[in-house]
């Protein structure tokens, strides 16, 4: 069986759609109001897709396979009624979001609940068109009463914007494309583990309890910002992409700032380092030179701050990549240390100084033309 929601329509059920094996497709311009606690299929089999068209849940409706193409979700709790939109019970939660000139959203509430037979909801996106694929301003919550600690994962090379304030305690894995964090994740329990693979990128300026392992790429900020979590390990060949816009105006204003409540264990080594991307930034926050960057300077910069300490630290753990600097250099140094009594790492920039051996060879250099030009006032004379 398959329902089209042509554009114009309002079409609003009150009860469950059909058992399993069904497509129901919200076109744009549509709307689908679910107005009455139900199923759409069996929540599983079921596939709705919302191809540029609304779906609104107003009551508890469990429906865990969407596949979206430029579509708004809303799901908005009622009184009692706060568990409106769910996924998982029955299965696994599959979002599918294809590449749209658009950006998909969810908004209001989104509720997981985990059981034997359901213990992850994968948002699965495509790069697209837009420059977010998808944005959810949605809470992410966790159903309770035994039902929680469903894994959200991200996969999919698009970008997935997290701006709600989530609860779920459940670990959330990036495993590729974007993952920026522009909200809150702070439930009373400390949440499970961010893990961010080799594919994957954490971004953002938002803040979450959980503490992260960097095996790919984080990167404070939208642009240059702070971004907030709990403990940190930095592994072996994990990056950081971090910006700098302005050397003078401070952490999270004029470069990127990983802000860590808990501590930063970097289990990188000089074999696998972990990798510090340099990225400059111009005028509007776009790649370019930083104007005010001296190439003749000397710059300290903090990178990360925490609140318990750097264990694991040597400099030959990290590799500076200075690709994606686009100033002039003269050959500077660049290094990582450690300062702020050991909480927190800095990454530093200056011109050596000369070694004792050019300083030694500079020296006889001035000695011979102080002899030669002294004989040759003799022999004036």
Do not use: C
Request: hydrophobic content about 40%; aromatic content about 8%; charged content about 10%.
């Amino acid at each position: 069986v398959r329902v089209l929601a042509q554009p114009g329509l309002a079409w609003t059920t009150n009860g469950q759609f059909g058992s399993s094996g069904h497509v129901l497709t919200v076109n744009s311009g549509a709307t689908l109001r679910l107005t009455e606690r139900g199923l759409l299929g069996n929540g599983q089999s079921h596939q709705l897709i919302i191809n540029g068209g609304t779906v609104e849940f107003l009551h508890e409706t469990y429906q865990s396979r969407i596949e979206m193409t430029g579509g708004r979700i809303v799901s908005t709790p009622s009184g009692s009624i706060v568990n409106v939109w769910r996924t998982g019970n029955a299965g696994n939660g599959q979002i599918t979001v294809k590449a749209s000139a658009n950006s998909s959203t969810i908004e209001g509430r989104l509720t997981l609940v985990k059981t034997a037979s359901a213990t992850k909801t994968t948002f699965d996106v495509e790069d697209g068109p837009a420059a977010q694929d998808l944005i959810v301003s949605a809470e992410i919550i966790d159903h309770g009463g035994g039902y929680e600690g469903m894994a959200v994962v991200k996969s999919g090379a698009g970008t997935m914007v997290l701006s709600g304030n989530n609860s779920y305690i459940g670990p959330t894995t990036i495993l590729a494309g974007k993952l920026l964090l522009m909200g809150t994740h702070t439930p009373a329990t400390t949440p499970g583990l961010y893990t961010v693979g080799a594919g994957g990128l954490l971004g953002g300026t938002g803040t979450t309890k959980a503490p992260v392992l960097v095996q790919g790429t984080i990167a404070p900020g939208a642009s240059v910002g702070t971004i907030h979590t709990g403990s940190q390990t930095w592994a072996p060949a994990g990056t950081y992409q971090w910006e700098i816009q302005d050397v003078d105006a401070g952490p999270g204003t004029g470069w990127d700032l990983v802000d860590i409540t808990g501590t930063l264990d970097i289990t990188a080594t000089p074999a696998q380092p972990f990798v510090i991307d340099v990225v400059s930034l111009g005028a509007g926050g776009l790649p370019g030179l930083v104007g005010d960057f001296n190439p003749l300077g000397v710059y300290s910069w903090e990178i990360a701050r925490t609140t318990g300490g750097v264990s694991g630290f040597s400099p030959e753990k990290f590799l500076v990549d200075l690709d994606n600097f686009q100033n002039s250099w003269h050959g500077g140094r660049w290094w990582v240390s450690l300062g702020n009594q050991g909480n927190s790492v800095f990454l530093n920039y200056a011109i050596p100084e000369p070694s004792s051996g050019l300083l030694a060879l500079l020296a006889l250099v001035s000695l011979g033309l102080w002899r030669w030009l002294n004989r040759s006032n003799i022999l004036a004379e």
